[in-house]
């Protein structure tokens, strides 16, 4: 049974409703129904990638650049296998089971991740990531309200007004992922060191992690060619040649 605040979210979920609401009622108000601090929209693209799609905040938004970075942690294991995955108090979370998040989420604020996946059989549309600063689990109502959230966030991805997993869109849209610098820097450098492109994304989320940086900043570098990857693994200045 869903709660209140949950019955009211979903009502502004219908059809007629504009991207910037649904946004809005996703980020604040099911963050608040759902007793957290940041709520988090990712769909999946090639390769089973989460491509983030709304966020709330900066402590989220912090926490899934961190994610998509290392390719580990409870989001991909969502999508990986299609059931949620809780992490109620990272400070416990064994290092063997997400050994490089675990190691940096001490200097995050994030301190409890919920993620639930948004899927209907088969299909695998995205996951919805609840962060709390605070540890401690969910209680079965706030749970409830959160699958049932996924669930109408899946609906609605699979509708005509938000796009599916796969569909390309204008960079200026409303519903741009947030990542696309990433996958053009990572076709830059599938180019420029002749790497298939898993590979040039390992080069880059291998670098972020190096560097202390996220993925994002790093992609930006290399497209506004203020990076230069060789294939030793060391980063330059680009040459005159490279800027042209």
Known sequence: MISDSMARILRVLQPTEGSDTIADVVTAAGARAMGVDGLAVSLVTEGDLAELLWCSDA???RFEDLQ?????GPGPDAIRTGAMVWAPDLAQVPLARWPALVMEAPALDTRAVFCFPMSIGAINVGVLTAVRRTPGPMTAQQTDDATILAAALTARCLGSSTPQPGTPFPADSPHSLQHAVVHQATG???VQLA????QALLRLRAHAYGSGRSITDISQDVVDRRLHLDPGGNSTPPTAEDKD
Do not use: I, V
Not at 68 to 72: A, E, I, K, R, V
Not at 195 to 198: F, G, S
């Open 59 to 61: 402590t989220t938004r």
């Open 195 to 198: 790497l298939t492109l898993p």
């Open 188 to 190: 830059m450098l599938s």
């Open 68 to 72: 998509f970075t290392l390719g580990q």
